[in-house]
């Protein structure tokens, strides 16, 4: 909890509102900070049959490292985890990863097409954003007090 005058504010809230989250938004970047998963590597048969089930998988199983040590997932993942709708779980991610809160990337698949992996971006990078927007909001006190 912080403390302003009278009035208490959770850190989530904070993170929310200082970002311009949503609901879904705050729920899927508390969901991938959980789940970061240190050392994670994907079998390229592992999105072939989470995400696109009907097409054959490759005859090599190719290790995709995930970047900087993080789990990653797909939006149907995160989806069917927070059970969200497809389309919902889209659209936060690509809101969060505007904001870059999400780091986004992108495996090409054998055959053509393509399908996104998301991870949440690093703390420290994250507390600095933040950080960022609280300094800028006591300048805007300041200066509103300043004219007072």
Known sequence: ???FACKRFELREVIKCGFGLTKSDLRIMDFLIK????NQTRKSGDFYSLQLGRLPKPNLEVLHPVEANKKTFMSNEIASKLNLDLSTAQR?????NEKKLVIRSQNNLFGGGYIYFYKINDKHIIREMMMGIINEWVKKVENELDGW
């Open 35 to 38: 789940n970061k998963n240190p």
């Open 92 to 96: 936060s991610l690509k809101n969060l």
């Open 1 to 3: 909890m912080i403390d």
